[in-house]
C-alpha cells in the first residue's frame, strides 16, 4: 500500500532578499513498512520537506508547485480541519527543533497526556497512564522524567521524549528528522530495535531525516539523496549506500570517516552549496562535481527512473567506471 | 600552564519523591585539567552529566561541592566572572536554537558580542571578520544568511553559527557540547578543520563533548569516558580506541557503527538506572557483562594502570 506519494514537489520561502528555492521538483514514493532514509548537506532541504509532508510550513513559505498523497489524499487540497484531526494521531513527526518544542511551564507528563486526550478522549485515567509508561520504557527513560520540566532534562533525554510523543498515539506514520542526533551509540541502537519492531509489527511507516550514514545503514531499507533542493538520487538502501550512482552520492560517503582508518584525514567535499537565492542553469552539484562534463553547466539533467531506482546525472557511464 | 583544573566536582539536582529528598548525582566527584592548546574530549551515553560538566567549568551553574581553575585562578564559588575572563571562556551549547535570540538576526546576535568585548576597532572591521568566518564554514555568500532570523535557517546552519559566535570571541577555552551532532560528513569535515586549525593557531584549549567516538578520538588529544556522573577512564585518544580498558568504554565502542563491517556487538544488559541513593559498588556494575563480587560492594577508584591511562574498575586493576 502505498502511504505518501510526493509528485514533482516545489517549496519555497520568500525573504526580502529574494525567494530561497528550498525543495524543487522532488518526486518519490513510500510505501507500508519503508523506512526511507533522506540524507543531504546541511540546508538542502529536507526538513522543509518533511514540514510540507506535515503541512507545517512556516507563514513566509509557499507550495510553488507539486502535489502530496498522504493516505491517497492529496493534503494541498483537503481542508484543514482533517488534517488537524490526523496530524499527530495518524501520522506525526519529531522535529529537528524538539529541544525547544515543548512548554517550558508544564511538566512532561502532562504534555504527553494532553497528547492523548486530544485524540483519545475515550481512554480511561488508567489506560492513559499505561500508555505513557510503555512509551517511555520504549525509549529507555525512568518514568521520573514524567515529573520532570523540560529544563531538567539532558539533550538526548529531551530527544527520547519526543520521540515517545510522537509515537503516543500509534502513528501509522512518523517523520523522524534528526532526532537521535543527541544520542550515544548505546542508547540510539535501543531505540532503532523499537521502532523496527514496530514497522514489523504494527505495520509502521517511517522516514528518518539523518546526518548518519551509520543510521541508514541500521533500519532504513530506501535512501533519498537530496541536494540543493533537488532529489539526486533514489533507491533501495543496498543500491544507493553501495553502489552509488551520483557523483555527490559517491563523494559523501566518501566523506563519511571510517572508524577503521585512523589517522586519515576526514575530507569535505570542495566548495558549498550554491546560492540558493539565484536560480542555476544546469545540474546544481555541476560546480562541484569531479565529473562535470560542458553539458552539465548547461542543460539540467533529466532523472531516469528504472524500477523505482531513480537519478539525475548526464555522465552515468563516466561515474561508475 | 593548566588552562582548566577541576577537583573533586561535584553538582547534585534534587529531586522531590514521597515527602522524601532524593538527589540526582549529575556529577560526582570528578577530577582532571586541560593543558594550554590541549583538547579533552567527553565519551559518554545520554544522561551521564556531560553537559552539566561543561556548565559547571563554564560557570553557568553552581557547583554543589569541588573547584575549578582556570589559569591557575579559582573560578568556582560563584558564578560572576570579570568581563575579560567571561570573553575566554566560551560554551557552544548543546542545543544552536539557544545561543541565538530570536528577536534578533543571526547578524546583530554575532556582532553584539564583539562590541561588548571590543574585539575589532569598528563594526566594518567585525562585519568583515563574521563574513570571513561564515564563507569559511560554508554559509556562502555570507550576506545571505547575515539578516535572517535564526527561525529562518536550516538546523545545520544554526549550528554552525552557534560554533562561529564563540570562535569569533578568540576565547582560551571552549567547551563544544554536542557542537556538529546536526552537519552531515561533508559539511562537518570543514567545520572541524577549520575549528581545529583555529585551536592550534590560537593555542585555544578545548572540551569536546561528543557521543560519536569516531569523531571524538579525530579531534581530541585525550578522551574521558563518563558513566552516570563519574570518569571512568582517562587515557590518549588513540590509545582509548586501540586499548580500550573500561567494560564500559568496550561496549561503547563495540557499538560505534562501521559501514562496511559488522562488528560483534558486546551485549549490554539493561539500561541506565536512575541513580537517586548513593550507590554502594562500581555503578556500571549491574550492566557490565564482567563483574565480579567486589563490584557490587566497592566503588573502585581510578587508578593509573599505564602511563597516562586512568581506569576505575575491579576487574581491570
Ligand atoms: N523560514 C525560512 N525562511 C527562509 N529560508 C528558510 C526558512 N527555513 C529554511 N530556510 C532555508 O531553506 C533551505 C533549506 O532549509 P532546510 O531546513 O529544509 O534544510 P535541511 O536540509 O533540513 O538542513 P539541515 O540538515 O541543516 O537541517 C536553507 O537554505 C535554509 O536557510
Ligand atoms: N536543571 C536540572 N534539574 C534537574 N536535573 C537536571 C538538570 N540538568 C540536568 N539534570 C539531570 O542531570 C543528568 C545529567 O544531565 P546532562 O545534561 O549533563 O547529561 P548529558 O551527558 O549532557 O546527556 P546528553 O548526551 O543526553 O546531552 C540527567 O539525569 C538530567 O536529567
Ligand atoms: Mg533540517
Ligand atoms: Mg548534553
Given at each position: 500500500m502505498k502511504i505518501l506519494k510526493v509528485d514533482k514537489l516545489s517549496i519555497r520561502y520568500k525573504l526580502k532578499e529574494g525567494e530561497v528555492?528550498?525543495?524543487?521538483?522532488v518526486s518519490f514514493e513510500v510505501n507500508e513498512r519503508d523506512v526511507v532514509g533522506i540524507v543531504g548537506e546541511?540546508?538542502?532541504?529536507k526538513s522543509t520537506l518533511a514540514y510540507g509532508i506535515m503541512k507545517?510550513?512556516?507563514?513566509?513559505?509557499?507550495?510553488k508547485n507539486g502535489r502530496i498523497y498522504l493516505f491517497g489524499k492529496d493534503i494541498l487540497k483537503i481542508p484543514l480541519e482533517e488534517i488537524r484531526k490526523n496530524r499527530w494521531k495518524k501520522y506525526s513527526m519529531v522535529f529537528q527543533k524538539s529541544m525547544n518544542?515543548?512548554?517550558?511551564?508544564?511538566?512532561i507528563g502532562d504534555q504527553i497526556k494532553e497528547a492523548l486526550t486530544i485524540h483519545?478522549?475515550?481512554?480511561s485515567q488508567d489506560e492513559m497512564k499505561k500508555r505513557m509508561e510503555r512509551a517511555m520504557r520504549m525509549v529507555n527513560l525512568p518514568l521520573r522524567v514524567l515529573k520532570a520540566?523540560?529544563?531538567?532534562?539532558s539533550g538526548g533525554m529531551m530527544q527520547r521524549t519526543m520521540i515517545a510523543l510522537s509515537l503516543i498515539n500509534d502513528p501509522k506514520f512518523v517523520i523522524f528528522d534528526?532526532?537521535?542526533?543527541?544520542?550515544?551509540v548505546v542508547t540510539q541502537g535501543q531505540i532503532l530495535d523499537e521502532v523496527k519492531k514496530l514497522v514489523e509489527n504494527l505495520g509502521l511507516t517511517a522516514i528518518f531525516i539523518t546526518h548518519d550514514i551509520g543510521v541508514i545503514a541500521e533500519i532504513c531499507n530506501k535512501v533519498a539523496v537530496m541536494y540543493a533542493g533537488k532529489l539526486m538520487e533514489f533507491g533501495s538502501l543496498k543500491e544507493v549506500i553501495?553502489?552509488?550512482?551520483?557523483p555527490y552520492t559517491k563523494a559523501l560517503l566518501k566523506s563519511h570517516?571510517?572508524?577503521?582508518?585512523?589517522?586519515e584525514e576526514i575530507k569535505g567535499i570542495r566548495g558549498a552549496l550554491p546560492d540558493p537565492l539565484k536560480s542555476f542553469r544546469g545540474c546544481v552539484f555541476a560546480p562541484r562535481c569531479?565529473?562535470?562534463?560542458?553539458m552539465c553547466f548547461e542543460r539540467e539533467p533529466e532523472e531516469i527512473s528504472v524500477e523505482g531506482r531513480k537519478v539525475s546525472c548526464f555522465n552515468l557511464s563516466e561515474v561508475s567506471k | 600552564m593548566k588552562t582548566i583544573e577541576v577537583k573533586n566536582l561535584k553538582k547534585y539536582f534534587p529531586l522531590r519523591k514521597l515527602g522524601k529528598r532524593y538527589y540526582i548525582?549529575?556529577?560526582?566527584d570528578v577530577s582532571f585539567s586541560i593543558e594550554e592548546g590541549e583538547i579533552v574530549g567527553i565519551l559518554g551515553?545520554?544522561?551521564?552529566g556531560k553537559s552539566t560538566l561543561g556548565f559547571l567549568i563554564s560557570r553557568l551553574e553552581r557547583e554543589t561541592e569541588g573547584d575549578v581553575f582556570f589559569r591557575n585562578q579559582k573560578i568556582s564559588g560563584t558564578l560572576r566572572l570579570p568581563k575579560d575572563t567571561r570573553r575566554r571562556i566560551q560554551l557552544i551549547l548543546?542545543?544552536?536554537?539557544?545561543?541565538?535570540?530570536?528577536?534578533?538576526?543571526v547578524g546583530e546576535s554575532l556582532l553584539i558580542p564583539l562590541r561588548i568585548h571590543k574585539i575589532g576597532s569598528h563594526d566594518l572591521e567585525r562585519k568583515r571578520k563574521i563574513y570571513e568566518y561564515m564563507e569559511m564554514a560554508g554559509?556562502?555568500?555570507a550576506t545571505n544568511y547575515y539578516?535572517?532570523?535564526?527561525?529562518?535557517?536550516s538546523g545545520g546552519q544554526v549550528q554552525r553559527l552557534s560554533i562561529l559566535r564563540a570562535m569569533l570571541l578568540k576565547p582560551d577555552f571552549l567547551v563544544a557540547d554536542e557542537?556538529?551532532?546536526?552537519?552531515d560528513v561533508s559539511v562537518r569535515a570543514d567545520v572541524i578543520n577549520f575549528l581545529l586549525n583555529f585551536a592550534s593557531l590560537s593555542k585555544t584549549s578545548m572540551m569536546f563533548i561528543t557521543h560519536d567516538i569516531s569523531l571524538g578520538s579525530f579531534v581530541s588529544n585525550r578522551i574521558i569516558v563518563m558513566y552516570l556522573g563519574k570518569v571512568v577512564e582517562i587515557a590518549k585518544a588513540k590509545e582509548i580506541v586501540k586499548n580500550p580498558l573500561h567494560p564500559y568504554t568496550r561496549i561503547l565502542l563495540s557499538y560505534?557503527?562501521?559501514?562496511?563491517e559488522k562488528r560483534k556487538k558486546i551485549p549490554i544488559k539493561g539500561y541506565v538506572q536512575p541513580l537517586l541513593e548513593k550507590p554502594k559498588?562500581?555503578?556500571?556494575f549491574q550492566r557490565?557483562?564482567?563483574?565480579?563480587?567486589e563490584c557490587s560492594e566497592i566503588d573502585p577508584k581510578l587508578v593509573?594502570?599505564?602511563?597516562g591511562h586512568l581506569v576505575a574498575c575491579h576487574v581491570v586493576s
Open positions: 528555492q528550498a525543495v524543487e521538483n546541511s540546508g538542502s532541504g507545517l510550513l512556516p507563514s513566509n513559505a509557499y507550495f518544542a515543548l512548554s517550558p511551564v508544564h511538566r483519545q478522549p475515550y481512554l520540566y523540560p529544563h531538567e532534562l534528526e532526532a537521535t542526533t543527541a544520542l550515544d553501495y553502489h552509488p550512482l551520483h570517516p571510517d572508524f577503521l582508518k585512523p589517522g569531479e565529473f562535470a562534463s560542458e | 548525582r549529575a556529577v560526582d551515553e545520554s544522561g551521564c548543546q542545543n544552536p536554537y539557544d545561543s541565538f535570540d530570536p528577536r534578533f538576526t554559509l556562502s555568500p539578516e535572517r532570523y535564526p527561525h529562518e535557517l557542537c556538529v551532532s546536526m552537519l560505534s557503527p562501521v559501514l562496511f559498588g562500581c555503578r556500571f557490565c557483562p564482567f563483574s565480579q563480587k593509573e594502570i599505564e602511563k
